[in-house]
């Protein structure tokens, strides 16, 4: 913004009666006081509800991806690809490319936000197979008889009845039946692969303790906030029945 810069001159003398009155010296021009907020960028505001839907998306979207380790973007890209998109512009991507794009870019920043617990687990795992009573399968899941049933084992399509507890490898549990007093029924191919491979090992009647690779439980990604990408889990597992 310009700034009005009032010069002030004074007049030279004028003739006067006294010739030998000198003119007034020139005052050096007053400059005005500077404004509070000059040069300071004011903040957007929300005038119109195209302004809060325009930037309620800015927000949801980088909430999502913000929680799945993006850190940073390219924003006249981002500004682009709406633009083409919601103009009917021809795009830089089909819309393949950019879905692929996403679900590469996205899995890599999963696995760098999970590699530390990805490691932990691991070293876990590692060391827990050596302890006496401790089984491996051929994936890579543990599993400690507590008590043998004399039952049925079920297959991987079967529903059954169990009770559970569920640890993290530093002992903090996330999840317990026995703690809600009442046991829980599902179908076994519609649960993490440790599970529906652990229990088929289990007749009816027995209590095995699971140690369950990431790959093996909820990968990368997690579960909500309460199970960290990349986590071996532990759960104390009791198979009461197979629902018929």
């Known amino acids: 913004m310009k700034k009005s810069i009032l010069i002030f001159l004074l007049s030279g003398a004028s003739v006067s009666l006294f010739a030998q009155t000198k003119p007034a010296p ?8 500077a404004t509070a907020n000059a040069g300071v960028a004011r903040p957007p505001v929300l005038n119109t509800a195209l ?7 800015g927000m949801i979207d980088a909430s999502f991806f913000k929680s799945q380790g993006v850190e940073k973007i390219n924003y006249p ?3 682009k690809g709406f633009e083409d998109v919601l103009r009917g512009n021809n795009t830089l991507l089909t819309t393949q490319q950019a879905d692929m794009t996403i679900r590469e870019q996205l899995q890599a920043f999963m696995r760098k ?3 530390a617990t990805i490691d932990e687990g691991s070293a876990f795992l590692a060391e827990n197979k050596k302890r006496e009573g401790v089984k491996e399968t051929a994936s890579g899941l543990q599993y400690e008889i507590l008590t043998m049933g004399t039952g049925p084992k079920p297959s991987d399509t079967s529903t059954v009845k169990v009770h559970y507890e569920g640890f993290l490898i530093n ?7 026995r703690d809600r007093g009442e046991p829980i029924s ?12 652990g229990v088929q090992l289990m007749p009816v009647g027995s209590r095995f303790k699971f140690y369950i690779p990431y ?12 199970i960290p990408g990349g986590a071996a889990l532990i759960f104390d597992v009791e198979l ?3 629902v018929q």
Not at 171 to 177: A, L, P
Not at 186 to 191: D, G
């Open 77 to 79: 890209m981002m500004n």
């Open 51 to 57: 302004d809060s839907l325009s930037y309620a998306l």
């Open 26 to 33: 020139k005052k050096p021009a007053a400059k005005p006081a």
């Open 113 to 115: 936000k999970a590699q």
């Open 240 to 242: 009461i029945d197979i």
């Open 171 to 177: 002992g903090k549990k996330f999840d317990s039946s």
């Open 186 to 197: 599902f179908a076994l191919n519609q649960v993490i692969r440790g599970w529906t491979e």
């Open 215 to 226: 790959t093996l439980g909820y990968g990368e990604q997690g579960a909500g906030g309460t």
